[in-house]
């Protein structure tokens, strides 16, 4: 063995050296992002009401599910109280104006009602200025990599998921189909909510 190894085992060393520089990689891409997060003035979790806990009505999480050639998207909305799921097709895929439109025109009814919006830091969520200039509400973003700080939304792409394969092309999905897919998610019995539907509970939140 050489020397050079100091009785090491070759395969191990070169193992742990990959690891080293993965984890350093993950560091500085997430010192990166917090600092980007900084520049374009977003908006913490820390920053964020405690009481956006989930358990008051008005505090919503957002997010995108991508299609497989990444030119498509969806964007899909939850309020986390309830649990009812906004779905809707993003014509111009992840274009971040484009988004913000929609969600405007998604939230714009439930204006009143809106305490604070929850989404990751996708390219996709770059206009969120906007969002808030014309809602009048905050937009939180989650740590890097750390969806589990968004779980209403991934739960909600999980159940959408249950109708759009993963590897399918949204263009074979009209937008008559994709208000189907929101229908049937929000008339389904939730255990949370004592196996009410997530429709009942949210509408009873606007009376």
Known sequence: MPSGWGGR????????????????????????????????????LEQRPEEADGSRFGDFEMDTIIGPNHSEAILTITERKTNYIMIQKLPKGRDSEELANDV?????????????????????????????ERLGVPVYFTDPYCSRQKGAIENGNKLTGQYIPKKASFKDYSDEDI?????????????KLNFNLSKNEFYKQLV
């Open 9 to 44: 085992n070759p395969q191990r060393a070169s193992t742990g050296n990959i690891y080293l520089i993965k984890k350093e990689t993950e560091v500085s891409l997430k010192l990166t992002i917090m600092l980007l997060m900084k520049k374009y003035k977003q908006l913490t």
């Open 104 to 132: 405007f025109k998604i939230l714009l009814p439930f204006k009143d009602k809106l305490k604070t919006i929850t989404t990751d830091n996708g390219s996709e969520f770059a206009a969120h200025e906007l969002i808030t």
């Open 179 to 191: 208000k189907k897919i929101q229908y049937k998610l929000n008339r389904r019995p939730r255990e």
